[in-house]
């Protein structure tokens, strides 16, 4: 596909726009490296993680913390979706194995485009991502034999239904955002309003997710997330924050600078 | 991937077909490829464009509309956010943080949400309104400021040789 943009792109740059070409070549170089990960890897012990970070004590104990707390990890790509890819596939993960939770999850889903409608989200492009986000949820309901933990890391893997799912994430968010406007104005510096935040941090692809972007998804699906912060801090803990405050976590993550992975108690 | 741009390439399409906006008409150049489009776009009343009809192409990326497409005058153009070759610079046509331009950080920026339509019509907007801070076209920014008259009469040539008639 790179080869295929780059021949589009040469094409249309007869006129020369060195700003442009920049750009297109810093794309070009994080592409590579975002591609050497899958979507989403699969499950792995902390050992990689340890190799990752032999020498450096500070997080050598962080991750020897990491694993007294958790089983294993499963890696993303850290393509700037990372956070709603990683919730995502967790959470859904969870759903294979939970009928009830699963039901309550159906329901809220399957409301959740009247409501951003409401907001005032152009209906019809917000029917294609909502449209192919139920497919997936309805696959995963399905359960038993006929959608493995295998489906759904395959289709999580497939570009088309992984950024799909990601972009409806982001949709649902920047609605929560919008919809409790007056309190999260609060949580954004400088003098952005919540909408411009949302137009310009929430709702593209590839932007990089922050607290306000967990408290808002997690409260909007009323999904606790724990999110094991791994970092140069002092702590030779992993420190743990749930999103929303107070509630049982049911996803779990890790994040370190600039990025989330799902970690499995 | 592309399945997914192609079925929503086809949905926009059949969308602008039954209701198409004022003035604007878009489409694949080709049925074959969805990725390709041509749109003819009418100058708004009341402006130096008034009357003319402008040919434009659109072209998608493979992961539309994750990222946007790219938009492109095949006539004559003269305008501040227009380049020599026809390419068009507004912000809509950027994901934000793509800043080649350094749009103003509230203009409108490319997300999956937006829409051939919206580009259009916002297209359109960039016709009646120029943005002279964004210098595609320096001298169309600079005559479009400090001698609208020329500009103008700039303006009414390319009308008119879009319409086929002949130039005074």
Redesign the interface.
Known sequence: ?GE??ST?HDR?D??V?Q??LI?QQQ?QIEKEISEKTPLVGDMENFSSLEKEYAGDAVYCQKVQDLSAKYKSMRRTRPDGNCFFRAFSYAYLEQLLNNPEEYERFYALASKSKDNLVALG??Q???E??HD?FMEVVSRVGKGGGTFTQTDLHKLFNE??YS??IV?YLR?ITSGRLQQEAEFYQHFIEGN?SVT?FC???V?????ESDHIHIIALSTALNVGVRVRYMDRGESSEVIAHDFPEGTRPSVHLLYRPGHYDILYP | MAGSALRRLMAEYKQLTLNPPEGIIAGPINEENFFEWEALITGPEGTCFEGGVFPAKLIFPPDYPLSPPKMQFTCEMFHPNIYADGRVCISILHAPGDDPMGYESSAERWSPVQSVEKILLSVVSMLAEPNDESGANVDAAKMWREDRAEFNRIAERIVRKTLGIPTP
């Open positions: 596909m295929e943009r589009l249309f007869t006129g726009n700003d442009e750009l794309r989200f152009p019809f492009t917000v294609d991502f192919t570009q088309g950024d799909y972009v949709l952005r411009d137009h310009q941090e709702e593209p692809m590839y932007k």
